[in-house]
């Protein structure tokens, strides 16, 4: 019934070594977004996909890379993860950029922690 | 630019009224939205209004629009221990393509 799905859940990676969160989607949504969350702050949009239109936020590290190889998958690739880059990484999608009633659907996060 | 403020922790206790506070300042925002997020959960989308609404009721929610004053509230009545979440305002404008966060609102029921 899930219909965003995020995996892992929980992800420990080393310092320094690349790691990647995986997104999917059973909506055929157009749009999939990546949002930071650390602890205490507003969700952060990092980039998002439009169809396979990539839009990334001006703010974004280089850090931060995404890959949408279909409709139904997007990932999230952090080349070289830093103690700073802890935090919950949360997936959305939405039908189309004008949200509407329908504002997006989440998955329920990976929470990455750097060692 | 965009900016959506929210004041961070609420404590009530079981069955009374909750309130929850949010100021954006984007006069063309066109839907404002709240969202519930449970611990070590995402966020679910709780309920909506569009910017030519006063109110909007669903259920124990009460949504409640100032345009004049850029003040969004949301009500939930009767609140119950599983209402303890962290509630996010976001705001979507006329000319944007992404929802704007506040930082959430702790919400704490006492039984």
């Known amino acids: 019934d899930a219909m965003v799905i995020q995996n892992p859940r929980y992800q420990v990676t080393q310092f320094g070594k690349p790691v990647t969160l995986s997104c999917s989607q059973t909506?055929?949504?157009?749009?999939m977004y990546w949002y930071q969350q650390k602890s205490s702050q507003a969700p952060k949009l990092l980039f998002h996909?439009?169809?396979?239109?990539?839009?990334n936020e001006a703010d974004t590290p280089d850090n931060f890379q995404s890959r949408r190889p279909n409709t139904s998958f997007c990932f999230l690739d952090i080349r070289s993860p830093g103690l700073g880059d802890a935090a919950m990484y949360l997936c959305?999608?939405?039908?189309?950029?004008?949200?509407?009633?329908?504002?997006?659907?989440f998955g329920s996060g990976t929470r990455l922690t750097v060692v | 630019g965009e900016d959506v403020e929210q004041s961070l922790f609420l404590s009530v206790r079981e069955g009374d009224s909750s309130v929850i506070n949010c100021t954006y300042t984007?006069?063309?925002?066109?839907?404002l939205y709240w969202y519930k997020q449970e611990p070590g959960a995402g966020l679910q989308l709780l309920t909506y209004?569009?910017?030519?609404?006063d109110m909007k009721q669903d259920q124990r929610l009460t949504v409640l629009l100032n345009k004049k004053d850029k003040h969004l509230s949301l009500r939930i009545a009767d609140t119950q221990t599983g209402d303890s979440a962290i509630y996010f305002c976001?705001?979507?404008?006329?000319?944007?393509?992404?929802?704007?966060f506040g930082a959430g609102t702790i919400l704490r029921v006492k039984s």
């Open positions: 209004i569009f910017s030519n609404m």
């Open positions: 959305a999608t939405s039908r189309d950029s004008g949200v509407g009633s329908y504002g997006y659907t």
């Open positions: 976001a705001e979507i404008t006329e000319y944007g393509n992404k929802l704007v």
């Open positions: 909506l055929n949504h157009n749009v």
């Open positions: 984007d006069s063309s925002s066109t839907y």
């Open positions: 996909y439009y169809d396979k239109d990539f839009n």
